[in-house]
Structure formats: structure tokens, C-alpha cells
């Protein structure tokens, strides 16, 4: 049970590149979401979807699209990176089942993003 | 406005003693809350969570963490800490939205160091 898979696990992009970070899971979580952990900041949420189709906004997601074709994948794409997201990067999946909605998140092991 | 303060961004510990870190939330509906551990270049992992009934609350690792409504607070204990617990631990909060889905907030997170 390989749980959350994210890919790459480092990065280093130039300023005003363009990237797709990615991020499959295999419980068939229906929910997934994206988090940036910045020093002294925690975790703030970018996107997440409740399903296949549907995407919607976090805490700061501009600069970044989502898509969610499968239940599978959730990639998160940068169109044009700015130093600004120079971060490291969360993928994290549960159940949508409404009966457990205190079901946990489960977390991939991240990516290190380098913006200069 | 529902958010999470963690007391103490850093938090050093002896081998064998109390590990105590600190949790407040503001709320205005009863909240689902959650402990999660992160181990360097890892995910985050569930520790232990409230949803409803007993408010002391027994997770991983000989953790535990008491629900108090009245100081709106859900602090994290361990009796005696030992050198593995060295990690950064994030307190988080679930408000459930209108659709049955809530948006998990994080605290800013509190590094633990453990001594010999």
C-alpha cells in the first residue's frame, strides 16, 4: 500500500518557469489537497477537491492551478514561478464519506521547491 | 473566524521528562481537533484526534492530549519523552462546512528537541 505518492521530492526552478508537481494516491480517497509549509507559517491550503471534476480555492492559491480528472491524481501546476513560492510542498488525501468526517488526512512526504 | 495558536515555536526537552506543547483554538461551533507529528523530510502523521465523547484522548507513541472547552484549549502530553519524539508538531482544527466538508487549519507548528 504505497498511500500518498508525490513527485519530485526536489526542485529547483529559474524564475517565470513552469512546473507541475505531482501527487497519486491509492486508498480511492475521494478528497485531496494541496498545503505549502513555510517557517513559522504551518501548513496553508492551496487547493483541494472533493472529487473527481471538482476543484476548489484554499487559504492562497494564487499562482497555482489544479485539476482532478481521476480520483487517483491531483497535480498542482505552476504557470509562472516567482521566488514567492519557494516552499515545500504537501499533497494530503482522506474519505469523503460524510459519517467520517474525522477521518485524517494522509500526507505524502513532500516536495522541496527552489525558485530563483 | 476559526484559527489555531500553538505556544512556543520551539520547545527542548531531557530524555525522561514531560513533553507539554500547546494548543488554543477560537471556535464557534464545536470543534474536530486533531495532533500531527512530522519527522524530518516526512509527512505529516495523524498522533491523535477529538471529534466527540471522552475528552482525553489517547494516540501514538504514548501521547495523549485533553479537550478543554472552557480555555478552548487541547494541549499535548507525554509522560516521559524519549530521544524518537524529536519532530515538529502541528495542532489543527476541522470546521465543518455547510456540505459536510470542513477545512483542516493548522498552527504554525512547535519543534521539539530532546536532550540527553
Known amino acids: 500500500n504505497a498511500g500518498v505518492t508525490q513527485t519530485p521530492k526536489f526542485q529547483v526552478l529559474k524564475t517565470g518557469q513552469s512546473m507541475t508537481l505531482q501527487c497519486a494516491q491509492d486508498?480511492?480517497?475521494?478528497?485531496m489537497s494541496w498545503y505549502r509549509q513555510d517557517p513559522g507559517m504551518g501548513l496553508r491550503l492551496i487547493h483541494y477537491?472533493?472529487?473527481?471534476?471538482?476543484?476548489d480555492q484554499g487559504e492562497v492559491p494564487n499562482g497555482y492551478n489544479v485539476s482532478r480528472s481521476t480520483t487517483e491524481d491531483f497535480p498542482l501546476r505552476l504557470l509562472s514561478a516567482a521566488p514567492s513560492q519557494t516552499s515545500v510542498y504537501f499533497c494530503?488525501?482522506?474519505?469523503?464519506?460524510?459519517?467520517?468526517?474525522?477521518?485524517?488526512?494522509?500526507f505524502g512526504n513532500g516536495t522541496r521547491l527552489t525558485v530563483t | 473566524a476559526q484559527s489555531v495558536t500553538q505556544l512556543g515555536s520551539h520547545v527542548s526537552v531531557s530524555e525522561g521528562a514531560l513533553v507539554l506543547l500547546r494548543c488554543n483554538y477560537s471556535?464557534?461551533?464545536?470543534?474536530?481537533l486533531f495532533w500531527y507529528v512530522q519527522y524530518p523530510n516526512q509527512g505529516l502523521q495523524l498522533l491523535l484526534k477529538?471529534?466527540?465523547?471522552?475528552?482525553l484522548v489517547k494516540g501514538i507513541n504514548g501521547f495523549e492530549a485533553e479537550f478543554k472547552k472552557s480555555e478552548a484549549s487541547f494541549h499535548l502530553t507525554k509522560p516521559s519523552a524519549h530521544m524518537s519524539d524529536a519532530a515538529e508538531y502541528f495542532c489543527?482544527?476541522?470546521?465543518?462546512?455547510?456540505?459536510?466538508?470542513?477545512?483542516?487549519?493548522f498552527g504554525a507548528g512547535t519543534q521539539v528537541v530532546v536532550t540527553p
Open positions: 477537491s472533493v472529487g473527481a471534476g471538482i476543484t
Open positions: 471556535s464557534s461551533v464545536p470543534p474536530y
Open positions: 494530503a488525501s482522506s474519505y469523503r464519506d460524510p459519517n467520517v468526517v474525522d477521518s485524517p488526512l494522509h
Open positions: 477529538y471529534t466527540t465523547g471522552a475528552t
Open positions: 486508498m480511492n480517497h475521494e478528497y
Open positions: 489543527a482544527v476541522r470546521i465543518l462546512t455547510t456540505d459536510s466538508w470542513g477545512k483542516l487549519q
